[in-house]
């Protein structure tokens, strides 16, 4: 075994100690502030403030009076790191009425938590990356979407259908864009079931 030089020695015995004393004073912190389940949840870029930045799609949609069931699913589905990154993302929100027009009680169902994984598969199918306006989107046939599923691009006149769903509004965001729709959009394995 070679020797290990002095001060290459003496980095290794600082880090070590670093490392040591990090471990330490988390611990301390633990044992002096309980958390609580609220805060254990709250953690990641979706809970930082910040008032100075252009809104995320996700702040939007929270600041959105007809958006108020979109922003609980995200929530029940513990997607809002997921739409806070630098993306950028397209996401296609759908309103408060389109949420009421599903079959009774499936928003309910969906936010119940043994059903995370099937919002999640829903709400991921309304998530495109990109950052294209509503005439932009207008060369497409059809977009990649989070979930690793296609939907369909329709042109009817000025007006831009996605996966059905007529867009009504855009909102640009600081990394994305938000287009406001009249519709849930069902990816084909959920059409299936309801």
């Not at 015995?13 to 609580?36: D, F, H, M, W």
């Not at 805060?39 to 600041?63: H, N, R, Y």
Request: charged share 20%; aromatic share 4%.
């Amino acid at each position: 075994m070679k020797n290990v030089p002095t001060n290459t020695g003496l980095i290794i015995i600082l880090c070590i100690g670093l490392c040591t004393s990090c471990k330490n004073g988390v611990k301390q912190n633990e044992t002096n502030s309980p958390a609580t389940s609220q805060e254990v949840t709250q953690t990641g870029q979706a809970f930082i403030e910040d008032d100075v930045s252009k809104p995320t799609v996700l702040a939007i949609a929270q600041g959105s009076e007809d958006h108020t069931t979109l922003v609980a699913a995200v929530e029940a589905a513990g997607l809002q790191n997921a739409l806070v990154n630098a993306g950028p993302l397209m996401v296609f929100a759908p309103t408060n009425e389109a949420f009421a027009a599903l079959p009774a009680g499936t928003v309910e169902d969906l936010l119940k938590p043994e059903n995370k994984d099937a919002l999640s598969n829903i709400l991921t199918y309304h998530v495109t990356p990109g950052n294209y306006s509503k005439d932009f989107l207008k060369k497409f046939k059809k977009l990649g979407q989070a979930n690793n599923q296609n939907v369909m691009v329709e042109v009817k006149g000025e007006d831009v259908y996605v996966g059905g769903a007529k867009i009504m509004a855009s909102i640009p965001a600081g990394n994305g864009i938000v287009h406001v729709i009249d519709k849930v959009m069902l990816p084909p394995s959920e059409e299936t079931n309801n």
